[in-house]
């Protein structure tokens, strides 16, 4: 059992920030050198990179690399298809602009509209939990940036994912589109209630915190199925909880303490 990690504070383990840029530091230095020398001909050649330049310092490919040594394997998530679908999905392309250079943070990230992106860690957690097998059909509730979608993506055949907001339901949808996940079906509404016409679903994760778990996404996990779900009150650390519906029964056990975000809509009118 990995050791308990949480959404916004706990489990952190490093923290990377801002990396200095070195093209910019070269070309700022290429200046310096220019105005030294001072020659008209040595300012034509020598151009300082212009600010919008995106190019990170160390390649994104590295940085996840980083990523899931750092943070997810020396945790104990060592399965070798959720480690792989997190070294390859792009994480910075699902966040906002402002936020892109935090993208391998080992934290939650705010992705506008008072939500967040989840850790890396517990992202992997999560995946490795649903025990998942290339032919599955996965629900997830809360799409938000749609980030988690795409490492469910590339590890089942069919993923199905319900947004509450609108403005994020639809941003996300966009960048899978981009990238190119052709097995994502997204949808803008309240994810209570599941989604029945594609009902049942071998594994259901839900990304936003009730006070318990909804009856109907229980009902919608088919024999053999598992759900990860955060549950407990707001304000408090709440319990990932996994469960596993065998034989008609529902087993279930608390395997990590989480901070998430909370589910609204109608479950915050039972
Ligand atoms: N899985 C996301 C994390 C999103 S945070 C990612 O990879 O980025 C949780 C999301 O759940 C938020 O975007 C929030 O708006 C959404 N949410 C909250 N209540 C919901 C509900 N009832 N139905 C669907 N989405 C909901």
């Known amino acids: 059992m990995p050791r308990p990690a949480s959404e916004e504070a706990g489990g952190a383990l490093l923290h990377w920030g801002y990396r200095p840029r070195m093209k910019a530091i070269m070309s700022g230095l290429a200046a310096l050198i220019a105005g030294i020398t001072g020659g008209a001909d040595a ?48 994480r910075d392309r699902f966040l906002p602009p402002d936020v892109k250079n935090l993208s391998y943070d080992d934290r939650a990230i705010p992705i506008g509209y008072g939500q967040t992106i989840s850790q890396p860690y517990v992202v992997a957690f999560m995946t490795d939990a649903l025990d998942l097998k290339p032919t599955d059909k996965v629900l997830e ?77 229980i009902d919608q996990l088919a024999e053999g199925g598992r759900m990860i779900i955060p549950v407990g009150p707001q304000g ?20 990590l303490p989480v901070v998430f975000v909370p589910m609204t809509g109608e479950v915050e009118k039972r």
């Open 43 to 90: 300012q034509e050649v020598i151009e300082p990179a212009p600010a919008s330049d995106p190019a990170p310092a160390v390649p994104p490919l590295v940085t996840r690399e980083r990523m899931v040594a750092e943070q997810i394997l020396r945790r104990g998530v060592g399965d070798s298809q959720v480690l792989a679908a997190m070294r390859k999905v792009p």
């Open 141 to 217: 509730i809360g799409t938000g940036s749609g980030y988690q979608a795409a490492i469910l993506a590339e590890l089942v055949k069919e993923v199905y994912t319900i947004e509450i907001i609108e403005p994020l339901g639809t941003r996300a949808a966009g960048i899978l589109s981009e990238l190119g996940y052709k097995n994502v079906n997204t949808r803008i509404g309240d994810g209570y209630r599941g989604w029945n016409e594609a009902a049942p679903f071998d594994a259901i994760i839900v990304t936003c915190s009730p006070d318990a778990i909804p009856q109907p996404l």
């Open 236 to 255: 408090e650390p709440q319990q990932l909880v996994l469960l596993r519906k065998s034989g008609g029964r529902i087993e279930q056990k608390k395997v």
